[in-house]
């Protein structure tokens, strides 16, 4: 819940800089900004935060992907971890707007991860699997589909997860995924995300499957941002 139309002009600064990028660069802006930054980009692909599981009806302040598709987003972030605690969504729930998503044409970006109260009680790959099996569609393929691992006690916090850590968890979600998912979840996109910023892009990125970021508040400028798509295109 940051931007209003002013900072776009941070958009246009990160296009400029990266204007031929070898990466995908996405940004998921308040659904309030995603008509705006679609206007403002002709290279940076533009996402949503959240959708309803419901392509229309009586659901007073809510966000249908269609209706994001309409605006001109091609992604959407489902299961994010304020998400999940805030609003006490489940994997259910966001099995079924991956599902809304890919029913509109958008990628799915299905966020997982787990409590420091888990991390430390040794349940980390417990709860990465089942909120894998819960969350992500049986339809899921490496089109529709981009998974971030995203610790919730690494987020907005400047703790990251040492690198031994991120590998654990990626070669387990890689090896989880091929199994419930077949061949397609070799190209499967996994994003890290939690405390992403330039001065620590480039150890993160050098992990083994770890094909990109989910980037919070290094997101939020160009001088913060730049550096970590700069990283990832020299990765």
Same mark, same amino acid.
């Given at each position: 819940?940051? &931007? ?19 990466? #995908?660069?996405? *940004?998921?802006? !308040? ?12 290279? *940076?692909?533009? &996402? ?7 392509? +229309? ?30 609003? =006490? ?7 079924? +707007? ?14 997982? &991860? ?18 894998? @099996?819960?969350?992500? !569609?049986?339809?899921? =393929? ?5 998974? @971030?691992?995203? !610790?919730?006690?690494? *987020?907005?916090?400047?703790?990251? !997860?040492?690198? #031994?850590? *991120? ?30 910023? &330039?001065?620590?892009? =480039? ?9 990109? @970021? ?20 020299? @990765?």
């Amino acid at each position: 819940m940051n &931007g209003t139309l002013a900072d776009l002009n941070q958009l246009k600064l990160l296009e400029q800089s990266h204007q031929d990028s070898s990466v #995908d660069i996405l *940004i998921c802006p !308040p659904a309030t900004l995603i008509h705006s930054a679609k206007s403002t980009t002709q290279t *940076i692909s533009i &996402g949503a935060q959240n959708c309803h599981m419901q392509a +229309k009806g009586a659901h007073t302040g809510e966000i249908s992907a269609q209706q994001l598709a309409d605006i001109g987003a091609s992604y959407v972030i489902v299961g994010h971890s304020e998400r999940r605690q805030d609003q =006490n969504e489940t994997d259910a729930d966001i099995n079924a +707007k991956a599902q809304a998503a890919y029913d509109a044409g958008l990628i799915a970006v299905i966020c997982i &991860g787990e409590t420091l109260d888990q991390r430390d009680a040794g349940q980390t790959l417990d709860v990465l699997g089942t909120q894998l @099996a819960g969350s992500v !569609p049986a339809t899921a =393929n490496s089109e529709n589909t981009v998974i @971030a691992y995203e !610790p919730v006690w690494a *987020i907005g916090t400047g703790l990251v !997860p040492t690198t #031994d850590q *991120i590998a654990q968890a990626h070669e387990f979600m890689r090896t989880t995924l091929l199994v419930s998912h077949g061949s397609t979840a070799r190209d499967m996109r996994l994003l890290y995300g939690g405390s992403v910023k &330039g001065s620590n892009a =480039n150890d993160i990125f050098a992990v083994a499957n770890v094909d990109g @970021a989910l980037v919070g508040g290094a997101s939020l400028t160009a001088a913060d941002f730049g550096p970590i798509v700069t990283a990832l295109e020299q @990765a």
